[in-house]
Protein backbone atom coordinates (compact mmCIF):
# COMPACT_ATOMS: atom_id res chain seq x y z
CA UNK A 1 0.00 0.00 0.00
CA UNK A 2 3.00 2.50 0.70
CA UNK A 3 4.37 1.37 -2.79
CA UNK A 4 1.12 2.57 -4.34
CA UNK A 5 1.16 5.76 -2.16
CA UNK A 6 3.95 6.96 -3.44
CA UNK A 7 3.55 5.44 -7.35
CA UNK A 8 -0.25 7.29 -7.56
CA UNK A 9 1.70 10.75 -7.39
CA UNK A 10 4.28 10.21 -9.97
CA UNK A 11 2.25 8.80 -12.16
CA UNK A 12 -0.03 11.65 -12.36
CA UNK A 13 3.13 14.30 -12.71
CA UNK A 14 3.89 12.13 -15.39
CA UNK A 15 0.18 11.78 -17.24
CA UNK A 16 0.20 15.50 -17.28
CA UNK A 17 3.90 15.64 -18.79
CA UNK A 18 2.33 13.38 -21.42
CA UNK A 19 -0.57 15.41 -22.74
CA UNK A 20 1.54 19.02 -22.39
CA UNK A 21 4.20 17.19 -25.05
CA UNK A 22 1.51 16.05 -27.01
CA UNK A 23 -0.56 19.60 -27.25
CA UNK A 24 2.72 21.85 -27.87
CA UNK A 25 3.13 22.89 -31.33
CA UNK A 26 6.33 22.23 -32.47
CA UNK A 27 8.89 25.04 -32.60
CA UNK A 28 9.11 27.02 -36.34
CA UNK A 29 12.69 28.42 -37.43
CA UNK A 30 12.44 31.49 -39.01
CA UNK A 31 14.56 31.59 -42.26
CA UNK A 32 17.50 34.13 -42.14
CA UNK A 33 17.04 37.18 -44.52
CA UNK A 34 19.66 37.74 -47.54
CA UNK A 35 22.64 39.23 -45.90
CA UNK A 36 22.61 42.56 -47.99
CA UNK A 37 25.47 43.15 -50.47
CA UNK A 38 26.97 45.25 -53.01
CA UNK A 39 25.64 43.32 -56.50
CA UNK A 40 28.90 42.27 -58.92
CA UNK A 41 28.10 44.81 -61.93
CA UNK A 42 29.12 43.61 -65.23
CA UNK A 43 29.61 45.56 -68.47
CA UNK A 44 29.50 43.56 -71.79
CA UNK A 45 30.97 45.51 -74.87
CA UNK A 46 29.80 44.80 -78.10
CA UNK A 47 31.86 45.39 -80.87
CA UNK A 48 31.84 47.78 -84.16
CA UNK A 49 35.54 49.50 -85.34
CA UNK A 50 35.79 52.95 -84.45
CA UNK A 51 31.95 52.98 -83.27
CA UNK A 52 34.20 51.83 -80.05
CA UNK A 53 35.19 54.76 -78.62
CA UNK A 54 31.15 55.37 -77.49
CA UNK A 55 32.01 52.31 -74.86
CA UNK A 56 34.59 55.23 -73.28
CA UNK A 57 31.62 57.89 -73.05
CA UNK A 58 28.97 55.19 -71.06
CA UNK A 59 31.97 54.66 -68.70
CA UNK A 60 32.88 58.06 -68.46
CA UNK A 61 28.88 58.51 -67.16
CA UNK A 62 28.73 55.24 -65.29
CA UNK A 63 31.67 56.14 -63.35
CA UNK A 64 30.76 59.69 -62.65
CA UNK A 65 27.29 58.44 -60.84
CA UNK A 66 29.27 56.10 -58.32
CA UNK A 67 28.61 52.91 -60.63
CA UNK A 68 31.97 51.07 -61.12
CA UNK A 69 32.08 47.29 -62.94
CA UNK A 70 33.86 45.00 -61.01
CA UNK A 71 33.97 42.81 -64.18
CA UNK A 72 34.82 44.00 -68.22
CA UNK A 73 33.36 42.02 -71.15
CA UNK A 74 34.51 42.76 -74.36
CA UNK A 75 34.24 41.83 -78.05
CA UNK A 76 36.30 43.09 -81.00
CA UNK A 77 36.40 46.93 -80.34
CA UNK A 78 34.76 46.44 -76.82
CA UNK A 79 37.54 44.20 -76.20
CA UNK A 80 40.46 46.94 -77.08
CA UNK A 81 38.75 49.71 -75.16
CA UNK A 82 37.63 46.81 -72.10
CA UNK A 83 41.40 45.99 -71.84
CA UNK A 84 42.01 49.74 -70.96
CA UNK A 85 39.79 49.88 -68.38
CA UNK A 86 39.78 46.90 -67.28
CA UNK A 87 43.89 47.59 -66.59
CA UNK A 88 43.24 50.37 -64.45
CA UNK A 89 42.65 53.40 -66.78
CA UNK A 90 39.97 56.15 -66.03
CA UNK A 91 37.57 56.72 -68.38
CA UNK A 92 39.32 60.68 -68.93
CA UNK A 93 42.84 58.68 -69.69
CA UNK A 94 41.19 56.39 -72.17
CA UNK A 95 39.51 59.43 -73.70
CA UNK A 96 42.98 61.26 -74.09
CA UNK A 97 44.26 58.34 -75.40
CA UNK A 98 41.46 57.74 -78.05
CA UNK A 99 41.77 61.27 -78.93
CA UNK A 100 45.18 60.95 -80.03
CA UNK A 101 45.17 57.92 -81.20
CA UNK A 102 45.98 56.98 -85.21
CA UNK A 103 45.21 54.59 -87.84
CA UNK A 104 48.81 54.51 -88.02
CA UNK A 105 49.52 53.25 -83.98
CA UNK A 106 47.53 50.10 -85.19
CA UNK A 107 48.34 49.82 -88.87
CA UNK A 108 51.00 47.47 -90.22
CA UNK A 109 50.16 46.05 -93.92
CA UNK A 110 51.49 42.89 -95.08
CA UNK A 111 50.81 41.08 -98.32
CA UNK A 112 49.02 37.96 -97.25
CA UNK A 113 46.31 35.75 -98.66
CA UNK A 114 44.11 36.08 -95.32
CA UNK A 115 44.17 39.64 -94.60
CA UNK A 116 46.03 42.90 -94.69
CA UNK A 117 46.68 43.86 -91.55
CA UNK A 118 49.32 42.03 -89.66
CA UNK A 119 47.67 42.47 -86.00
CA UNK A 120 50.98 42.64 -84.26
CA UNK A 121 50.88 46.63 -83.84
CA UNK A 122 47.66 45.97 -82.17
CA UNK A 123 48.97 43.62 -80.27
CA UNK A 124 51.94 46.28 -78.69
CA UNK A 125 49.69 48.79 -78.62
CA UNK A 126 47.33 47.50 -76.03
CA UNK A 127 50.02 45.90 -74.25
CA UNK A 128 51.70 48.86 -73.86
CA UNK A 129 48.82 50.83 -72.53
CA UNK A 130 48.08 48.19 -70.00
CA UNK A 131 51.05 48.90 -68.65
CA UNK A 132 52.18 45.39 -70.13
CA UNK A 133 50.12 43.70 -67.14
CA UNK A 134 48.44 40.27 -68.37
CA UNK A 135 45.20 39.86 -67.87
CA UNK A 136 45.25 38.28 -64.52
CA UNK A 137 46.89 41.14 -62.99
CA UNK A 138 44.34 43.28 -64.12
CA UNK A 139 42.57 45.05 -60.81
CA UNK A 140 39.19 44.48 -63.16
CA UNK A 141 38.01 40.59 -63.93
CA UNK A 142 38.33 40.85 -67.85
CA UNK A 143 37.49 38.50 -70.56
CA UNK A 144 37.79 39.07 -74.36
CA UNK A 145 35.81 37.05 -76.52
CA UNK A 146 37.21 35.54 -80.11
CA UNK A 147 36.59 32.76 -82.56
CA UNK A 148 38.42 29.62 -83.20
CA UNK A 149 38.83 29.83 -87.41
CA UNK A 150 39.17 26.13 -87.13
CA UNK A 151 35.53 25.17 -85.34
CA UNK A 152 33.91 28.16 -85.19
CA UNK A 153 33.83 27.76 -81.01
CA UNK A 154 33.83 31.01 -78.46
CA UNK A 155 36.82 31.29 -76.54
CA UNK A 156 36.86 33.53 -73.73
CA UNK A 157 40.53 34.85 -73.09
CA UNK A 158 40.49 35.49 -69.68
CA UNK A 159 44.00 35.23 -68.44
CA UNK A 160 47.52 35.97 -70.61
CA UNK A 161 48.81 38.30 -72.52
CA UNK A 162 46.13 41.20 -73.08
CA UNK A 163 47.31 42.11 -76.19
CA UNK A 164 47.28 39.14 -78.01
CA UNK A 165 43.82 38.41 -76.75
CA UNK A 166 42.45 42.04 -77.91
CA UNK A 167 44.55 41.38 -81.46
CA UNK A 168 42.68 37.54 -81.32
CA UNK A 169 39.37 39.06 -80.62
CA UNK A 170 39.72 42.23 -83.09
CA UNK A 171 40.77 40.00 -85.92
CA UNK A 172 37.92 40.44 -88.74
CA UNK A 173 38.35 37.80 -91.41
CA UNK A 174 39.81 39.00 -94.66
CA UNK A 175 40.84 42.15 -93.03
CA UNK A 176 43.23 40.82 -90.27
CA UNK A 177 45.62 37.99 -90.40
CA UNK A 178 44.15 35.67 -87.85
CA UNK A 179 45.92 35.28 -84.51
CA UNK A 180 47.61 32.60 -83.77
CA UNK A 181 47.88 31.25 -80.07
CA UNK A 182 49.18 28.13 -78.94
CA UNK A 183 49.16 26.69 -82.37
CA UNK A 184 45.46 27.77 -82.57
CA UNK A 185 44.30 30.67 -85.46
CA UNK A 186 41.24 33.32 -83.94
CA UNK A 187 39.41 35.72 -85.70
CA UNK A 188 36.77 38.06 -84.23
CA UNK A 189 34.75 37.31 -81.78
CA UNK A 190 31.83 38.84 -83.07
CA UNK A 191 31.27 35.95 -85.32
CA UNK A 192 29.77 33.76 -82.32
CA UNK A 193 29.38 36.66 -79.17
CA UNK A 194 28.91 40.12 -81.03
CA UNK A 195 28.26 41.84 -77.62
CA UNK A 196 29.12 39.40 -74.53
CA UNK A 197 26.67 39.39 -71.81
CA UNK A 198 26.41 35.51 -71.35
CA UNK A 199 30.60 35.24 -70.87
CA UNK A 200 29.86 38.33 -68.17
CA UNK A 201 26.99 36.31 -66.72
CA UNK A 202 28.98 33.18 -66.22
CA UNK A 203 31.39 35.43 -64.57
CA UNK A 204 29.22 36.04 -61.68
CA UNK A 205 27.76 38.97 -62.59
CA UNK A 206 24.32 39.72 -60.70
CA UNK A 207 23.64 42.86 -63.04
CA UNK A 208 24.78 43.03 -66.44
CA UNK A 209 24.80 46.49 -68.36
CA UNK A 210 25.33 46.00 -72.19
CA UNK A 211 26.51 48.19 -74.67
CA UNK A 212 25.29 47.58 -78.43
CA UNK A 213 27.04 49.85 -80.73
CA UNK A 214 26.28 47.62 -83.70
CA UNK A 215 24.26 49.27 -86.52
CA UNK A 216 21.48 47.95 -88.35
CA UNK A 217 21.70 46.40 -91.39
CA UNK A 218 21.33 49.79 -94.43
CA UNK A 219 21.53 48.02 -97.69
CA UNK A 220 21.83 51.95 -99.24
CA UNK A 221 25.43 52.50 -97.70
CA UNK A 222 26.89 49.07 -98.95
CA UNK A 223 28.15 50.89 -102.07
CA UNK A 224 31.73 50.74 -101.04
CA UNK A 225 34.66 48.75 -99.58
CA UNK A 226 33.84 49.51 -96.22
CA UNK A 227 30.46 50.25 -96.63
CA UNK A 228 30.02 46.42 -97.96
CA UNK A 229 32.27 45.74 -94.60
CA UNK A 230 29.75 47.68 -92.65
CA UNK A 231 26.77 45.93 -94.33
CA UNK A 232 28.15 42.61 -93.93
CA UNK A 233 29.27 42.33 -90.62
CA UNK A 234 25.75 43.66 -89.37
CA UNK A 235 23.54 41.26 -91.02
CA UNK A 236 26.06 38.33 -89.89
CA UNK A 237 25.57 39.74 -86.33
CA UNK A 238 22.11 40.44 -85.84
CA UNK A 239 20.35 36.97 -84.51
CA UNK A 240 23.68 36.86 -82.23
CA UNK A 241 23.27 40.22 -80.90
CA UNK A 242 19.48 40.10 -80.11
CA UNK A 243 20.10 36.51 -78.33
CA UNK A 244 22.85 37.92 -76.29
CA UNK A 245 20.60 41.24 -75.38
CA UNK A 246 17.90 39.25 -74.10
CA UNK A 247 20.12 38.16 -70.92
CA UNK A 248 21.18 41.81 -70.55
CA UNK A 249 19.57 44.03 -66.76
CA UNK A 250 20.33 46.93 -69.31
CA UNK A 251 20.63 47.53 -72.63
CA UNK A 252 22.82 51.06 -73.68
CA UNK A 253 22.29 51.80 -77.43
CA UNK A 254 24.95 55.16 -78.65
CA UNK A 255 23.85 56.43 -81.51
CA UNK A 256 26.69 55.72 -83.94
CA UNK A 257 24.96 54.15 -86.79
CA UNK A 258 26.08 56.81 -89.27
CA UNK A 259 29.96 56.94 -87.86
CA UNK A 260 31.98 54.21 -90.08
CA UNK A 261 33.50 50.94 -89.20
CA UNK A 262 37.25 53.00 -89.59
CA UNK A 263 36.21 56.56 -89.07
CA UNK A 264 38.82 57.43 -86.30
CA UNK A 265 38.75 60.80 -87.00
CA UNK A 266 35.52 61.29 -85.23
CA UNK A 267 36.39 59.48 -82.01
CA UNK A 268 35.00 62.86 -79.88
CA UNK A 269 31.45 62.89 -81.27
CA UNK A 270 31.54 59.07 -80.81
CA UNK A 271 32.59 59.44 -77.22
CA UNK A 272 29.57 61.84 -76.73
CA UNK A 273 26.93 59.82 -78.19
CA UNK A 274 28.35 57.14 -75.53
CA UNK A 275 27.93 59.66 -72.97
CA UNK A 276 24.62 60.84 -74.08
CA UNK A 277 22.98 57.13 -74.70
CA UNK A 278 24.34 56.57 -71.00
CA UNK A 279 22.59 59.37 -69.20
CA UNK A 280 19.24 58.30 -70.35
CA UNK A 281 19.52 54.74 -68.27
CA UNK A 282 22.11 55.89 -65.23
CA UNK A 283 18.95 56.89 -63.05
CA UNK A 284 17.34 53.48 -64.09
CA UNK A 285 20.43 51.48 -63.27
CA UNK A 286 21.04 53.62 -59.94
CA UNK A 287 17.26 52.26 -58.69
CA UNK A 288 18.14 48.72 -59.67
CA UNK A 289 21.51 48.45 -57.09
CA UNK A 290 19.65 50.15 -54.54
CA UNK A 291 16.79 47.62 -54.88
CA UNK A 292 19.51 44.45 -55.04
CA UNK A 293 21.47 45.91 -51.99
CA UNK A 294 18.26 45.71 -49.90
CA UNK A 295 17.30 42.04 -51.09
CA UNK A 296 19.27 40.44 -53.62
CA UNK A 297 17.09 37.18 -53.40
CA UNK A 298 14.51 39.02 -54.23
CA UNK A 299 16.33 41.12 -56.59
CA UNK A 300 14.24 41.47 -60.38
CA UNK A 301 16.16 42.56 -63.02
CA UNK A 302 14.54 46.14 -64.72
CA UNK A 303 12.74 45.62 -67.98
CA UNK A 304 15.53 45.80 -70.89
CA UNK A 305 15.42 48.18 -73.86
CA UNK A 306 13.20 47.29 -76.82
CA UNK A 307 15.95 46.21 -79.35
Excluded at 102 to 122: A, H, Y
Excluded at 193 to 218: C, F, L, N, Q, Y
Excluded at 292 to 297: E, G, M, Y
Amino acid sequence: MKLLHYLIPSLFVLALTGCDSATKTPATTTPTPAKAREPVIAIALGGGGAKGFAHIGVLKVLESHGIKPKIVTGTSAGSFVGSLYASGKTPYQMQQLALNFKESDIRDLTLNSQGIIQGQKLQDFVNKNVGNKSIEQFPKRFAAVATRLDNGSKTEFNRGNAGQAVRASCSIPNVFVPATIAGVKYVDGGLVSPIPVKTARDMGADIVIAVDISARPDGSKAVSMFGLLDQTINIMGQQSINEELKNANFVIQPKVGHIGTLDLKSSNATILEGEKAAQLKVNSIIKAIDNFKQSPAAFKPAPKAKI
